[in-house]
């Protein structure tokens, strides 16, 4: 398998897969297309790799897979002894709909707190519509932690909602966000840190 991404230190689309490929254990390539580079990227040099013109893609044989939900749909499928996604329905659904969520929405924290693993930490000014965003996450963690019992938003396995959720903790931490203040109590503040103790992150953001 070969796994092609953005620059580490920004590419939060590429950490999901990157994770979760990660997490099962397969020997895997990585190809690495550097993003925002002054003479900039070309589409065409990324279409070398990728049909869409975006990274991340996977390749495996002669498939390629583009999209990181539709990658790690694929890598849970492919691996399923990995747990990538819990074995209970309802749980799973549950996991499969916070995932969703995140792929699909939350443009405001995406566009006002961009993931940059190598800024300072530093407190930002949000607008009224992130702090609405947070709030939406602060509860769907909670929820879910509290529904299913952690530590993980499926349950007990770390799986891909989990690694869709790692660059948004990115976030709180580079911008100085306290969930404390959009109704945590603890416990979602508790599993962000949580997501940048996985051995896996550890491993991505050295390299970032």
Not at 65 to 74: P, Q, V
Not at 189 to 199: C, F, I, N, S, V
Request: negative net charge.
């Amino acid at each position: 398998m070969e796994l092609v991404i953005g620059t580490k230190a920004w590419s939060s689309w590429s950490m999901r897969p990157w994770l979760v490929l990660k997490a099962t254990g397969a020997a895997f390539d990585e190809t690495l297309v550097q993003l925002r580079r002054e003479n900039g990227v070309s589409e065409a040099e990324i279409r070398q790799h990728s049909p869409s013109g975006l990274v991340p893609c996977l390749k495996d044989g002669d498939l390629t897979i583009t999209d990181s939900l539709s990658i790690c749909e694929y890598l849970a499928e492919t691996f399923p002894d990995a747990g990538l996604w819990p074995k209970d329905a309802a749980a799973r659904a549950l996991a499969r709909s916070a995932a969703a969520e995140m792929h699909s929405g939350f443009a405001s924290l995406r566009g006002e707190c961009p993931m940059d693993l190598a800024a300072p930490v530093h407190v930002a000014t949000l607008s009224e519509a992130t702090h609405k965003d947070i709030r939406r996450i602060v509860a769907l963690w909670n929820g879910l932690l509290g529904r299913l019992g952690g530590p993980w938003l499926g349950g007990e396995a770390w799986g891909v909602a989990d690694a869709f959720y790692t660059p948004v903790a990115t976030r709180f931490r580079t911008y100085g966000v306290k969930l404390s203040d959009y109704g945590d109590a603890g416990a979602a503040g508790q599993y962000a840190e949580r997501l940048l103790e996985t051995p896996e992150f550890r491993a991505w953001e050295a390299e970032a």
